[in-house]
């Protein structure tokens, strides 16, 4: 007998499969963070606390603390290597050392008084504010790092250190990772998305002709044939068409606007000289190389006087603190290749912007102390410097200067005083 075919019935399986297909997505969608941060908690895991301390902690106080004077290995920074200070030492001596190194000297401890004149006299920093955990924490990473840094005294003082950062970071998933799997989830929408319009259609044809008898098609055969459907129809094609070209013109007109846009760029210098280990390790203010960011114009670049104050006795054997010797010696100066570069029509002054406006370098330099090579991350475009502008309250704390027109601006609109209210749009601000 040949039973009439009953679309609720047969198609309530072709939906549970749709069903079951976004069930699946959806999984993999929620899956997708796991995914990305899964490795993250295993490096977390991997800087465990080594016992006695929180290492994990005692190393980012190490690092704010004591990195720019001390080393975990053997060797001499400004301070003695600290490789073995907590066997050399009984806790209590540690504790009172850490947070007044100056009392424990003039109680007239006598290994205090060796060191303290073993070190021309030199005095560490105080750290009263340390409690018993934090120190703890500071030489159970001390411990741990100094044991996996190699034994070699040449090894060097920032070896440790970086290392630890290094294998901090490798634990974020790679770009390609996430792209590959973003990309996947794309085709996924995208099947389903055929899928669904497949359904629709035949359910459509179906229930224009209730009671007819569909003869038993295998469910390939169906999607082939919606395929065909869909490719020959001519709104879809047009549409197709209509995309393709709006992309390519899109791409073209975003070429253009890049023309002359260097975002990105990142030149290789002639000496490896690393804003991470100087700026972010070792805290070294910008201030102290880039000397013009509060007088003028110009950021400078420092010369290799600035380097040999610290490199005249730092690291002297290094291949590449050579290369500044060399240049001293040769009375060349070190040719580093410059990053930004605004074109000459423009006039961009730094005191104005750091000094004056109280702007932080990261704001329009990105986050330099990161960064093994120095980077240009904003794109230095006209319209740059104009939307900051527009967004950007002027800083008129504290000066003077700006309190009348502050007085005058508050009477005419309620909006707080912005760069473009004192003549930050005016061509000839920013054009010679
Ligand atoms: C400004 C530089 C400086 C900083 C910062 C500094 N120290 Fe020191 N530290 C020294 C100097 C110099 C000595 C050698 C003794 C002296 O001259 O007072 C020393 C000695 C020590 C000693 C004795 C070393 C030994 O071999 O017995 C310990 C332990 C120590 N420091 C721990 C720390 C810890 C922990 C921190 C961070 C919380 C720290 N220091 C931060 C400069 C510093
Ligand atoms: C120890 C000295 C030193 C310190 C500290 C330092 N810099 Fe630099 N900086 C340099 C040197 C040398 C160069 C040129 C070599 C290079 O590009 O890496 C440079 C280059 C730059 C450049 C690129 C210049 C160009 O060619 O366009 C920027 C931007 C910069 N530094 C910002 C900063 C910021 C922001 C800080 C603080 C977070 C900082 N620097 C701290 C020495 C230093
Ligand atoms: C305030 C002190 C200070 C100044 C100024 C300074 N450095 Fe350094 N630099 C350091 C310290 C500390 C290290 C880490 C030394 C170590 O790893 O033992 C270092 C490491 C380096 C290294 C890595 C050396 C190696 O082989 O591991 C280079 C390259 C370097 N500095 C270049 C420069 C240049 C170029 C300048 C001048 C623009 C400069 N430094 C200015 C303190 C300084
Ligand atoms: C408002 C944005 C802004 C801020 C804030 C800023 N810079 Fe810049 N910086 C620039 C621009 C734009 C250039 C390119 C200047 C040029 O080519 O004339 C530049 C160039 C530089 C250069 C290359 C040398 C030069 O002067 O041309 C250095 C080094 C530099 N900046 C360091 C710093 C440091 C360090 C700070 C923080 C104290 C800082 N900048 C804050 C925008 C900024
Ligand atoms: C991160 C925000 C920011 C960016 C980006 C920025 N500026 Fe500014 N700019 C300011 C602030 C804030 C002031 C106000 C400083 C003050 O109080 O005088 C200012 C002031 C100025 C002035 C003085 C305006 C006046 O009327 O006194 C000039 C000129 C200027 N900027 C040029 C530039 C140029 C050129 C660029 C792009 C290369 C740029 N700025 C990018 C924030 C920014
Ligand atoms: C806040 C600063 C600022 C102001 C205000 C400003 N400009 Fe610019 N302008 C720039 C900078 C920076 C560049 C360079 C951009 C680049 O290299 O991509 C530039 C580039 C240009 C260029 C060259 C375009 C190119 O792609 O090379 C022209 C033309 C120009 N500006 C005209 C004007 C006119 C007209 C005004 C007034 C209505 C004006 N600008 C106001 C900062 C400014």
């Known amino acids: 007998m040949n039973i009439p075919f009953r679309k609720d019935s047969k198609f309530c399986s072709f939906f549970s499969y749709s069903k079951t297909f976004v069930a699946i997505v959806i999984a993999i969608l ?88 073993e070190y021309a006299k ?25 044991a996996a840094a190699p034994a070699a005294a040449a090894a060097p003082a920032a070896g440790g250190a970086s290392g630890g950062a290094a294998s901090a970071q490798g634990g974020g998933p790679s770009d390609l990772f996430v792209i590959v799997l973003g990309a996947l989830v794309v085709v996924m929408l995208l099947v389903l998305g055929v899928l669904l319009v497949i359904v629709s259609l035949l359910s459509k044809a179906v229930s224009g002709e209730p009671g007819v008898v569909v003869e038993k098609e295998d469910f390939m055969t169906r999607l082939g044939s919606s395929l065909k459907r869909i490719a020959s129809d001519p709104a879809i094609r047009s549409a197709t068409i209509w995309i393709f070209v709006l992309l390519v013109l899109k791409a073209t007109i975003d070429g253009a606007y890049s023309v002359g846009v260097q975002q990105g760029y990142a030149p290789k210098q002639p000496i490896s000289f690393s804003h991470k280990l100087h700026a972010g390790e070792y805290k070294i203010d910008c201030n102290y190389c880039h000397t013009g960011v509060n007088r003028g114009k110009s950021a400078h670049i420092p010369s290799a006087n600035i380097c040999m104050n610290c490199h005249g006795v730092i690291k002297k054997e290094s291949p590449e603190i050579q290369k ?109």
């Open 30 to 117: 929620l899956s997708i963070p796991s995914l990305v941060y899964a490795q993250d908690s295993t490096a977390a895991a991997g800087a465990a606390p080594a016992g006695g301390g929180d290492a994990a902690k005692g190393e980012a106080l190490f690092k704010n603390n004591c990195a720019q004077c001390h080393a975990v290995t053997d060797e001499r920074v400004v301070g003695p290597g600290l490789k073995g200070a907590s066997a050399r030492h009984d806790f209590a001596w540690l504790s009172k050392w850490v947070r007044n190194s100056q009392a424990v000297i003039a109680s007239g401890d006598p290994y205090a008084v060796k060191i303290y004149n």
């Open 122 to 146: 030199a005095q560490m920093t105080s750290f009263p504010n340390l409690s018993d955990d934090d120190i703890k924490g500071i030489f159970a990473y001390i411990d741990q790092a100094g």
């Open 324 to 432: 500044i010797y060399t240049s001293i010696e040769n009375n060349q100066p070190i040719e580093w290749v410059r990053v930004h570069n605004l074109p000459d029509l423009a006039y961009f002054n730094h005191a104005q912007h750091v000094n004056v406006g109280g702007l932080e370098c990261q704001n329009c330099h990105g986050e330099v102390e990161k960064m093994e090579v120095i980077q240009q991350r904003s794109s230095l475009t006209m319209g740059w410097c104009i939307d900051c502008h527009r967004k950007t309250e002027v800083n008129t704390k504290d000066n003077k200067y700006y309190d009348k027109l502050v007085q005058l601006h508050a009477g005419e609109s309620k909006e707080a005083l912005k760069v473009a209210d004192i003549g930050g749009l005016e061509c000839s601000k920013c054009h010679y």
